[in-house]
């Protein structure tokens, strides 16, 4: 670092993020990417008349995606916001419902850019460990007062809390945001989205990177009521008023807008992800309950940084944790293809007959 950088960013603690091989074909199964290309739809819609705008700003309002949006979810669009990946979205809430005085809790072993922000943005962070079987435990929450941010399904475990822990929450405390990461809850989790019409203190927010496969158009959304929306505005037009450039605009309703397409990638995926979790578990590994599209699994025969490095030594990428102890003997693997998911699970067999 310079000599110039500040005292407040040399001591952040940056994301790390998953592994994004340029030069070397991997099987990739890292990141949790969509196995699958972009809608049809899409792949129209990007037309060379669209590019030919280039030289124009994008909407700052994303009229177009957030009507799609709205549309897809039989909200109003003063009821979303767009943002550059669900990350920025996150981000946002962040400096929006949290500061002096109001803090922010979520738990240990979760998305990793939850601690990141809170650092970022000097706040009072309150981490609550998860359960010894890695499930949330939402009476650990009822009485903290400041803003809630919870993935579910969880970022690292895949585990999904149904909607009603999530609605317990909501009526303890009116007078505090809880903040809902679904970015994995199109592939077997339990929604919020049927319960912004009841509570004005939930804001949801989704991502286009996994299930409708546009992680390289940098495309999330917010869903809550018109005035959490209008706060997360807010702080977009104090950032960053063109968040969204014009093709990912375009991109995300096209998107949006292809539902069978939808259910058809994200159905194909639960379906991996079960023959996945059954092949491991026959090899001995045990397999956390997944409803995301992607699994957390250890096997008692090679550690999980061991697993990590043999695999990638023989083209398969998948992404391991050493922090928290408790979780380092395990390994993320994406639900990808089932040429994907066959070549991994040959692989795995390969070297435990090694062990």
Avoid at 65 to 77: F, G
Wanted: proline share 6%.
């Amino acid at each position: 670092m310079s000599r110039f950088l500040s005292p407040e960013s040399a001591a952040l603690d940056p994301y790390t993020p998953g592994e994004q091989p340029q030069n070397i074909p991997y099987n990739k199964l890292n990141t949790n990417e969509s196995p699958f290309p972009p809608s049809p739809k899409v792949l129209k819609a990007l037309s060379r008349a669209e590019m030919l705008k280039l030289n124009l700003y994008s909407d700052p309002t994303c009229a177009r995606l957030c009507d799609a949006v709205a549309k897809r979810y039989e909200l109003r669009t003063e009821q979303v916001a767009v943002g550059n990946g669900s990350d920025e979205l996150l981000s946002f809430a962040f400096r929006a419902f949290c500061g002096t005085g109001k803090g922010c809790a979520f738990p240990d072993i979760t998305y990793g850019f939850y601690q990141v922000w809170a650092q970022y943005y000097g706040l009072d962070a309150t981490v609550i460990p998860l359960r010894e079987d890695f499930t949330i435990a939402v009476d650990d929450y009822m009485d903290y007062p400041g803003t809630i941010f919870l993935a579910n399904p969880n970022a690292l475990t895949g585990i999904a809390l149904p909607r009603t822990e999530i609605q317990r929450l909501l009526e303890a405390n009116p007078d505090r945001v809880v903040v809902v990461d679904e970015a994995y809850v199109d592939f077997g989790g339990e929604s919020c989205v049927p319960l912004l019409f009841r509570y004005d203190n939930l804001l949801i927010i989704q991502t286009m990177s996994k299930s409708r496969s546009l992680a390289g158009g940098r495309i999330g959304f917010a869903l809550g009521s018109p005035d959490l929306i209008a706060d997360i505005n807010r702080v977009k037009y104090s950032f960053n008023p063109y968040n969204v450039n014009r093709l990912s605009i375009v991109a995300g309703a096209a998107a949006m807008e292809d539902e069978p397409y939808f259910q058809q990638c994200t159905a194909a995926i639960q379906k991996n992800r079960a023959w996945t979790v059954r092949e491991l578990t026959a090899l001995g590994f045990t397999v956390l309950p997944s409803e995301a599209n992607f699994i957390f699994a250890k096997s008692d025969k090679i550690p999980g940084g061991e697993l990590y490095r043999k695999l990638k030594e023989n083209g398969i990428l998948v992404r391991h944790f050493d922090a928290p102890e408790r979780i380092t003997d395990y390994c993320r693997i994406t639900i990808g293809s089932l040429e994907q998911m066959v070549d991994l699970v040959d692989e795995i067999t390969r070297l435990l007959e090694e062990v």
